[in-house]
């Protein structure tokens, strides 16, 4: 029997009394780039694809466990197998709505409830814009750790995930060494990535320091695994093994599909956007032949080709509308809908930076995204330091936008209106201040809003010079919340376990 959202929604407010959360932003209003029929439309097309043209899963135990579901074997095409119908619509009625994902501070757990929205970072970007020079090199170790400690500063940036790629690490240690240096930078919600069952084993282990053992993880995981299919219609063995060992060990499983369209989907936002939804409900079929209790993240991450280069583009208004339209077929399902905020195509922090980087974060904020992705992105598969500082100020903002603002008696201030009268003022009223402080009016401490008289007097600078020195202030005096020392002595251990391990089979 499907449980009601409403019911799911009472159960998680009632669990966060007496809690202490993350706080998100209250969604107030949504905007529908799709009407309610539309959604249905794609929905039928992805039952049809998922029927007619099947998933390809090229790891056998994956294969053998959705058929054994109900899924059956394609007539002609190896490896790809069909689900029924009614397979998949009992298995969208056993999703688990929405769902927490914790922290190793609980205060900074993140309870999706479809009420509430947050905001995260890239991920693994391979290289860095350098801090002092400007200029693009491969990112380090050492970027994985300052950028983790500037995310963990940053009110905006609610979770956190690897946004570099440490490549002066042997690729055997990649994932263990990177898994590290994020829970030693931040006590905040860490997403996880793995490469091979063996890692997820090894990540569990990490975790369970922290938790206290095994169980204890069990009952609050904090980490989650990460599974991407390849588009089109196909989930590799790697990723499709990483998803079941996630499942087996009872965390939460994000699922990121990642079509192109005109290049690995049709070039119609429909056809991607239904084509996207068959490779996401796979997954979801593929997780429920181990459980249906772990919360599922639909990370839809439909995207564009420019057909002149080759190029695939991310600062597209139809990115923004398929982000927006992922957020309406996600909730259809009660799913935490994850999508693209912050981007841009640009080479430089500019003024199409600028755009670009807020048309695509507004628009799927405003149709009630649960989480928006992107802080720290740059440019040419590069991250940013000044664009973390940047992207917060962003989304800063589009938290006030979707918080909207009350209208009663007391915003209404008629009282204060007819006291104030023709030419008055409105500084000497308490009623101001009470508001300012309640946040009204959000103030930026990094955007310039000097006078003219001022900025002719002082000068211009750019925006993100000033970043820049937010970023500097951040890594000299922010320091995260430390492990216990008695954790951080066990992780250790972990850890050169898992290099011995992984370094011997190398």
């Not at 000497?428 to 309640?438: N, Q």
Request: hydrophobic content about 40%; some cysteine.
């Amino acid at each position: 029997m499907r449980v009601s959202a409403e019911v799911w929604r009472d159960k998680l407010y009632a669990a966060r009394e007496g809690a202490r959360w993350m706080e998100g932003q209250k969604i107030r209003f949504r905007l529908k780039v799709l009407t309610d029929e539309q959604v249905q439309d794609i929905h039928e097309a992805t039952l049809k694809i998922l029927e007619k043209t099947g998933v390809r899963f090229d790891s056998e135990n994956a294969k053998d466990r959705v058929i054994r579901a109900g899924a059956a074997a394609h007539p002609t095409r190896k490896n790809v197998v069909t689900f029924p119908r009614g397979m998949v619509e009992d298995s969208i009625k056993k999703i688990a709505p929405y769902g927490t994902y914790y922290a190793r501070n609980p205060k900074n757990d993140i309870c999706f409830d479809g009420e509430h929205q947050f905001a995260h970072s890239l991920g693994g970007n391979p290289s860095i814009v350098d801090l002092e020079t400007g200029e693009h090199r491969m990112s380090t170790l050492k970027d994985v750790e300052n950028t983790c400690r500037i995310m963990d500063a940053l009110p905006s940036c609610n979770s956190i995930s690897n946004l570099v790629v440490a490549t002066d690490v042997p690729p055997e240690l990649l994932v263990v060494k990177t898994a590290e240096a994020m829970m030693r930078n931040s006590s905040k919600c860490i997403s996880s990535y793995a490469l091979s069952v063996e890692t997820v084993d090894i990540l569990v282990k990490m975790w369970a320091c922290v938790a206290g053992g095994i169980e204890e993880l069990r009952k609050r995981p904090l980490l989650d695994v990460y599974g991407s299919p390849s588009s089109p219609l196909t989930y590799d063995a790697h990723a499709a093994d990483v998803i079941v060992r996630g499942a087996e060990h009872g965390v939460p499983v994000d699922l990121v599909p990642c079509p192109i369209s005109g290049g690995t989907a049709p070039i119609t936002l429909a056809g991607g956007l239904a084509q996207q939804n068959a490779e996401l409900l796979a997954g979801v079929m593929l997780v429920q032949t181990v459980t249906t209790k772990v919360p599922i993240q639909y990370s839809g991450r439909l995207s564009m080709m420019d057909l002149r280069s080759g190029k695939n583009v991310w600062g597209m208004p139809e990115m923004a509308l398929a982000s927006a339209a992922t957020v309406q077929i996600a909730h259809k399902y009660r799913m935490i809908a994850d999508v693209y905020g912050v981007t841009m195509d640009g080479n430089m922090i500019d003024v199409q930076a600028g755009i670009e980087r807020a048309i695509a974060a507004i628009i799927p904020a405003l149709a009630g995204a649960d989480n928006l992705s992107g802080i720290g992105g740059g440019w040419e598969n590069a991250a940013s330091y000044e664009m973390l500082v940047i992207d917060n100020e962003i989304y800063s903002d589009v938290f006030r936008a979707i918080r909207g603002f009350e209208v009663d008696d007391d915003t209404l201030a008629l009282d204060l209106i007819d006291k104030a009268g023709p030419m008055g003022n409105f500084l000497v009223f308490p009623h101001t201040m009470k508001y300012l402080r309640a946040g009204e009016l959000r103030y930026s401490t990094l955007y310039d809003k000097r006078t003219a008289e001022k900025t002719r007097k002082e000068g211009v600078r750019p925006l993100e010079a000033a970043a820049k020195d937010v970023v500097k202030k951040i890594l000299k005096e922010h320091v995260p919340e430390p492990l216990d020392k008695d954790v951080d002595k066990e992780l250790s251990q972990v850890v050169k376990e898992a290099e011995k391990q992984l370094l011997r089979k190398a």
